[in-house]
């Protein structure tokens, strides 16, 4: 081809962008600007046909938006986001898995059994579910995941089971997908790998929706995927949106984590068969959880809630959201998965905790070190025990307070609990206490006796006490500090140089402190400088002031109301530290006079002239309670000011720089929400937070904000009470970790239980516990290879439930007639009906006619959508009845066999019959039994339009109701070790090739072969006598006469009998024939054989004669042609 001939592609400069803005500006560089046109809005529309499209394409934009609005239920601690990790084996689930929790919690897990729950944020976590490749398992991961991660072998592609559970999820309400590629790196082209990405994720966009995400993990080292690559599908999955889907919405159902087998040992040793008692721990999700609720476990039936309390969560949330970090801390990121054994579990009674704070590996060991020498000093300490525990504690003395008599064993009936006397006063029983006033006044001379032991026992039991708190004080505090930092094992251990040196110096500098008595007295706000330094020290740390408990403010407001003895409380404890003495000090007591009641006050300071200002400036007290209601507000912000005055002053700690940030977030997000608040009055809100009306709000904008008030109402109304009693009013809300106890579980779950298949505790509402009929509408799905037959059995996924039944299907006719049909429809929607418990309308199922892992097709069946329950369908068939007449008068008709009895008839009278030829007729009356016409039972008297033949048929054609099968079997495969193994009815054919039998043949029901005459059959021409002597001989018909029989013939109509000698000779004849004839047969034989011989030579002869002629010509040819050239040769 010819070079020169071929054009180049044009260049097409950017029209917009970097480049075209910089050529643009080159352009109109020494160009003047174009004026400002004085009136912009004159020059808005340029374009009326372009304004309009825009406008139509922004309204269905804005359109395709709209949805419709749902109830926020969210409550402020939301429950995990289920992730479920799902598809076909040898996909890489457990990988993907394991590389999700590392990427989270920097932690490995080798074995994953069960959900794992972890902290994924600040306010997020999640729960990820590996779904084994089981029908029964996929129908339970769509019913409870938020979040699917749908793996697929890029190498294989698209195997079946996972179209199977995107088609169980469309049943059940969408959740959002993710598409996962792996084994990318065994496919060693690029060119194919781009060719495969492409195809797949077309594929995935026509099943899911367009634009679905498909992830891709390229390749595994060292059995890990990719850090890059997880953190991607990990920050993808926590920005993912959730809309709340119906059936969630509207029920409760627990994700469990964690079942425990609460049955008496006793119990199970006896009958280990028997019925047991379970303990089910989880998330509660979706609406609130009632008690006394009834639940159904997918797999094992319906059970009643026996009780149901909650626990700590086991995984909280961020507890301090105030932090500016961007990522959670070490100790922040905890997994909680108790059937993987992930972590130091603990169990107690009620719920198992993981703890899992210590990140690194020699935190770890110096905890397991530490466990050890506490489990051997333990062990020592129990061997060398001197006495039993009755000797000790009968031994043991117990003091209250400081100076107060040890109260031993032997004078245990100084606590006993007085007698109870019966006195009458003024016409009723009183019930009187009485003590024992002797064991009193033995105690308190014994108590006059041994204070001075008491006094030196309790000093030394003082100072062991101060030592150890001061050392549990340092260790606390050292904590704290170094939280957040990596351990280092020299700083951490220079606190415990000189530790008893230090607390006792510790002791001593508070004891000889100076002691504020304003601030012991009164709880006065001035404290010195030293008082205040010495309780910034002890804060919060328990220790003892003077021999007694630590005072603060709190005591003091009881101590005005009497609840505590002055005396005890402030009393000193006598030790060697020299004490200041007060009674020299007169400076100091100047200082303190003005405090007391009876001191000299300044005019500024006295409590009655104050009162008597308060009264010129304010008025005389009002009584508040028969205000209005407008000022009950007042009067509330009123009351917690008089409220706040009157509390005592409680020392506040020392704010360090994480609560001061806190503090003013806190504010900041006040303001902010002030704010809000105004330009929502301004612009959008009324100020009582209805939208307002100024005739641009649509109705779907309006619902929405109605349906926002109310989800805002319903949460502020009971944020003011505690969780115990906040449970009895709406029971247990979402998010919230309880414990479910459940009685009457079958002995075989718990013997065969699988933490690798979920466990659910769906909630029912009170109309889901029924059972009656349900109107479906199905459709047999178009992947599936057979129709669907009538009363064959199928197992459907309804709700939460797995019930085997046998539907009927029919369909409805314009005047509302169900009609009976015996197998479904090829491609279009049907009406079915059948047995099985009460389900909301508009929910969606699926059906299987196998759960086992057996079938080869695909396994979804069928697939439709609740429409009634509990309704009484009249479904109806066919049927046609033959009769035939006895009797013919006119258009009366008397018909026999078509009834059995006059009461048949009856109920048949005034109905619509017709013959095969087309008349049409009715039904009359019944023959009577004996009357003249006769015709037995059954026979009736019928009017026609025409008269009828005696070889007509009459047929009758009605509608015949079609009684329903009540059959309903709960799938309970979770009682068995194999869950795929479990088997229901079978149909009809699935026995017969089991048995391999052949179906039984009803003759009465074959086809019978239509044989019909072919072209038109005519009968002979007949010719009267009379015109056969009129017409010429020609055209007379000819008739042969039969022949006469000869003398032969009527000799051998006659029967001949023979003699014996006859017979012999006829014997004779007819064996010399038969010899004759087999001579002249085998005579014939040998002629064809030898002619036969003689053929053969002769074709032998013939193509010898043919080959020499041949070669003959072959010589004369090469003759002549040798003669030919020689001549040609002379001729040159």
Known sequence: MDQSKETAKPHRPRKAGRKAEKRKKADNEGKPEEPKRKNPKAFSIQNATKLNRSFRRAQDVKTKKHHIPVVDRTPEVPPPIVVAIVGPPKTGKTTLMKAIIQNYVKQKITSIKGPVTFISGKNKRLTLIECANDLTAMMDVAKIADIVLLLIDANFGFEMETFEFLNICQMNGFPKVIGVLTHIDTIKLMRDVKKKKTELKLRLWKEVYQGAKLFHLSKVVYGEYQRMEVRNLCRFISNKKLRPLIWKNTHSYVVADRMEDITNPEEVRVNPDGERTVAVFGYVRGINLKQRSNVHIPGVGDFPLHDVSFLPDPCPLSSNPGKKRRTLGLRERIVYAPMSGVGGIVYDKDAVYVDVNEGASNQRRRANEE?????????????????????????????????????????????????????????????????????????????????????????????????????????????????????????????????????????????????????LVYGSQQKTQETSKNEEKDDDEGDLEAGMFKIKDVEFSNLKSGKNDQDERSKEVVTDVPLYDWSTDDQAHAHIADCFVTGEWKEGEDAQKLLEQDDVLYGDFEDLEAKGAHEEEENEDSDDEEEEEAKPEIRQEKQTKKDREAIAMQKRLEKKLKMKEMFDRNYDLDKSGKLVDKGEVSVFDEMKSNLSEQARVNREEFDDMDDHTRVQFEGFRSGMYVRAEIKSIPADFVKNFDANYPLILGGLQPTETGMGFIKVRVKRHR????????????????????????????????????????YTPEQTHCMALFYGPFTPQATGFAGVQTIGSNEKNFRIALTGTILDSDCSSKIVKKLKLIGYPYK?????????????????????????????????????????????????????????????????????????????????????????????????????????????????????????????????????????????????????????????????????????????????????????????????????????????????????????????????????????????????????
């Open 371 to 519: 466990e050890e020498q506490e489990e051997k000093e333990m062990m020592a300490g129990i061997m060398t025990l001197q006495e039993t525990m009755d000797e000790k504690l009968a031994n043991s003395a117990l003091r209250v307070l400081k100076d107060s008599k040890p109260i031993t064993h032997e004078a245990k009936k100084m606590i006993e609990m007085p007698m109870e006397e019966a006195v009458e006063d003024g016409g009723r029983v009183r019930r009187k206490a009485v003590f024992d006033t002797d064991i009193e006044v033995e105690g308190s001379e014994d108590d006059d006796e041994m204070e001075s032991e008491d006094d030196e026992e309790m000093e030394s039991e003082d100072d062991e006490e101060m030592e150890s708190d001061d050392d549990e004080d340092e260790e606390g505090e050292e904590e704290e500090e170094d939280e957040d930092e990596e351990f280092d094992l020299e700083r951490g251990l220079n606190w415990k140089v000189n530790l008893a040196q230090k607390a006792k110096q510790s002791f001593i500098e508070r004891q000889s402190s100076t002691r504020n008595l304003q601030a």
């Open 783 to 822: 992947w599936f290879s057979r129709i669907m037959k009538t009363s064959d059995p199928i197992t459907l996924s309804v709700g939460w439930r797995r019930f085997q039944t046998r539907p009927i299907y029919f369909m409805e006719d314009h005047n509302m007639r169900q009609r009976y049909l015996k």
């Open 888 to 1132: 013919i008068q006119k258009n009366t008709c008397f018909i026999k066999k078509m009834f059995n009895s006059s009461l048949e008839v009856a109920k048949f009278e005034g109905a619509a019959i017709k013959t095969v030829s087309g008349i049409r007729g009715q039904v009359k009356k019944a023959v009577p039994a004996g009357s003249a016409i006769g015709g037995g039972p059954g026979c009736f008297r019928a009017t026609f339009e025409d008269k009828c033949k005696m070889s007509d048929t009459i047929f009758l054609r009605m509608w015949m109701d079609v009684t329903m099968p009540t059959y309903c079997a709960t799938v309970n495969n979770y009682l068995l070790p194999e869950k795929d193994s479990w088997v229901g009815e079978k149909t009809v054919g699935q026995i017969r090739f089991e048995n391999k039998t052949k179906p039984v043949v009803n003759e009465n029901s074959l086809y019978r072969p239509i044989e019909r005459p072919t072209g038109r059959q005519f009968t002979g021409l007949v010719v009267s006598r009379a015109l056969q002597k009129e017409l010429p001989y020609k055209s007379k018909p000819k008739y042969e006469k039969p022949k006469a029989l000869g003398k032969q013939s009527k000799l051998m109509k006659k029967a001949v009998i023979l003699s014996p000698e006859e017979r012999n000779r006829n014997k004779l004849l007819s064996a010399l024939g038969m010899m004759t004839k087999n001579k002249t047969k085998e005579k014939k034989e040998k002629r064809k054989a030898s002619k036969l011989a003689h053929e053969k030579v002769l074709a032998k002869q013939q193509a010898e004669e043919m080959r020499t002629h041949k070669d003959t010509k072959k010589r004369l040819y090469k003759a002549l042609n040798k003669s030919g050239a020689n001549k040609g040769r002379d001729n040159e």
